[in-house]
């Protein structure tokens, strides 16, 4: 017998989640324009789940959806800690509404040292799939150039100019300034930091996690090093 055509498996991917604190569709076109001016290239067919949790009283959910892709975003379904009989509304209107994991707290599990063997050979696969090898450009990365170091480290002795985009699966190294755009963990590496001698970026990302500018002024112009610390970004002066 042939093998199927299709096949369906477990994954996971990075999402970025907006979260609504008003149901009004006016504010969010207001606030989403506003946003999305600041770094369109980097919002363009971004998928994204909308969280409804902090939402009180009725929703137009078609017109959220309607409002997220008017401004090209790729809209994935709602989420949050919500009723059942909302998710079930939702469900209804035809949308996804995707369930954010989380740990169970409540449940102590006894585990035997068979497990324990295999979590460790596990954590040492995953450390040395993130040991990335480093892709190193040698001068200016200048406006509207992309760079960019699929499965590795990314290294640029010299500066990059506003408007220019550099992206790594692993971490971005900047000898000179950054003014431009830095994506790091492109491909989901939660532990991926960027460094560089002096910040002046547009936009910094890890993992999916992101800054604008106006978040980076307490390390402004500064040498300093970008990482997350339990799902939010940091900074921290180099030197």
């Known amino acids: 017998m042939a093998d199927a055509s299709i096949e369906f498996k477990g994954s996971s991917f990075t999402l970025s989640v907006l979260h609504l604190k008003s149901s009004e569709l006016a504010d969010i076109r207001a606030d989403l324009t506003n946003k999305v001016a600041q770094a369109p290239d980097f919002f363009y067919r971004v998928p994204v789940v909308v969280n409804v949790e902090k939402l009180n009283g ?5 017109g959220v959806k309607t409002l ?3 401004f090209n ?24 509404f995707v369930n954010s994991a989380k740990a169970n707290t409540t ?32 001068g200016q990365v200048r406006s509207g150039q992309q760079v960019y170091a699929k499965e590795q480290n990314l290294v ?5 100019s506003a408007g220019a985009e550099v992206i790594a699966d692993g971490n971005i190294h900047v000898y000179g300034s950054l003014r431009g755009r830095a994506i790091a963990g492109a491909t989901g590496h939660h532990s991926a930091q960027i460094y560089c001698q002096n910040l002046q970026a547009e936009l910094v990302s890890i993992n999916g996690h992101y800054w604008l500018s106006e978040s980076m002024e307490q390390h402004w112009d500064s040498p300093v090093y970008i990482h997350l610390t339990d799902n939010e970004l940091t900074s921290s002066k180099l030197i």
């Open 68 to 70: 997220i892709e008017e």
């Open 156 to 160: 640029i002795i010299g500066s990059v």
């Open 58 to 62: 009725s929703i137009d959910y078609q």
């Open 73 to 96: 975003f790729t809209f994935v379904g709602f989420t949050g800690v919500i009723a059942k009989a909302q998710r079930q509304q939702i469900r209804d209107l035809g949308f996804s």
């Open 107 to 138: 449940t102590k599990a006894k585990i035997s040292k068979e497990s324990v063997v295999a979590k460790t050979e596990s954590v040492a696969a995953t450390t040395q799939r993130h040991l990335y090898t480093d892709k190193i450009h040698r």
